[in-house]
């Protein structure tokens, strides 16, 4: 499979673009253990636009996890614009347009899958990043708004038309959010459509290599893409199932790689803490692993996790699980 000259191998599974959780030091974990393709967190045009500086920082990239994409999300159409150039000169592989979020506080604006709801303006902005980058775009929606306006098997040719490279689909409706379960059927059909040419990628309820090979035999997709079940589990992408005790080893990995990423300059010139900003990257992983889950009264020590602020204190609560799950 390819997006534009982006080779990407035969059935690759992808890690979804999620806010507050595709950093830096998970996407190379989980590039490490087989990921095909890695996506930033999804980041605002708008703030992009304003230069905010939390908001720059998330388009740091590493070589080490290539090829990866940065997603925007916005319903302006000269902010989208934009943050695209700004996007590009950060030097990803592509540019992915997330027309999929269903957060109030993203598609309540009208941005992320409040676009469904104004296909004309999701269009306008999908044709005017096409013709402002010279690297690939691709975008990522839903089925539709609800399942009164199921739209995904014409959009796909709309956005087809506008020049994207390719189209991740997730398998629920906005008003769905993350409830019930995501329908294949019409990713299938969009798949099978003579009309489209581009890569379709299927998403939604994908918890395992053995879910990602059934949606590639059932319906024929060019990609999966995993999101939630990826949580404290970068290994999911791999094939050799690893033990308890070395699962352990790579998130105690995560948090260190996420210190030393947080021990800048900058950091130091502020005063602040890589240690604290490390382990703030790292717990909300640990508390959702779910390696954890024989432990016996889990919540006390999962509180114990998300309330962490030295290493140590974290370090020692995972040796203890390990002695607990031993």
């Known amino acids: ?96 347009l997330n027309f999929g979020c269903p957060v109030k506080k993203v598609a309540g604006k009208g941005a992320g899958a409040g676009m469904l709801q104004n296909i004309p303006k999701m269009l306008e902005i999908t044709q ?16 539709g708004w609800n399942h009164e306006q199921l739209i995904i098997t014409t959009l796909a040719e709309q956005l087809q ?25 019409l990713i299938g059909e969009v798949k099978r459509n003579p009309r489209i040419h581009i890569p379709i990628i299927g998403n939604g309820d994908i918890k395992s290599l053995d879910d990602a090979d059934k949606a590639f035999d059932t319906y024929g997709v060019d990609a999966v893409m995993i999101g939630r079940a990826t949580f404290g589990c970068p290994w999911i992408f791999s094939r ?23 021990d800048t300059e900058e950091m130091r010139s502020k005063g602040k803490s890589a240690e604290l900003c490390g382990i703030l990257h790292t717990r909300r992983h640990l508390a959702a692993s779910p390696i954890f889950k024989g432990i016996p009264n ?19 609560i995972l040796e203890a699980c390990r002695q607990r799950l031993g």
């Not at 990043?129 to 839903?142: D, F, H």
């Not at 038309?161 to 059927?185: E, K, P, V």
């Not at 889990?298 to 020692?316: C, G, H, Q, S, W």
Request: charged share 30%.
């Open 161 to 185: 038309d506008c020049g994207i490279q390719a189209l991740t689909i997730h398998g629920r409706t906005r008003s769905q959010m993350y409830t019930g379960n995501a329908d294949w059927t």
């Open 240 to 262: 050799q199932e690893l033990t308890l005790s070395e699962k352990i080893d790579v998130l105690k990995e995560q948090l260190r790689i996420n210190i030393e990423r947080c």
């Open 298 to 316: 889990f919540r006390e020590t999962r509180i114990a996790m998300l309330r962490a602020e030295k290493t140590d204190d974290l370090l020692a």
């Open 1 to 96: 499979m390819k997006i534009g000259n982006i080779e990407l191998g035969e059935r690759p599974v992808f890690l979804a673009p999620m806010e507050d959780v595709t950093d830096i030091g998970f996407r190379m974990l989980c590039k490490r253990f087989g990921a095909a393709m890695v996506y930033t967190e999804f980041v605002s045009a708008e703030a992009l636009v304003r230069d905010v500086k939390s908001t720059v920082k998330k388009l740091t990239i590493s070589d080490e996890e290539r090829p990866v994409g940065i997603q925007i999300y916005g319903r302006d159409v000269d902010a989208m614009v934009e943050a695209a150039k700004i996007v590009e000169q950060a030097g990803p592989d592509l540019i992915d």
């Open 128 to 143: 005017k990043v096409v013709q402002a980058v010279k690297l690939p775009v691709t975008a990522k929606t839903r089925l």
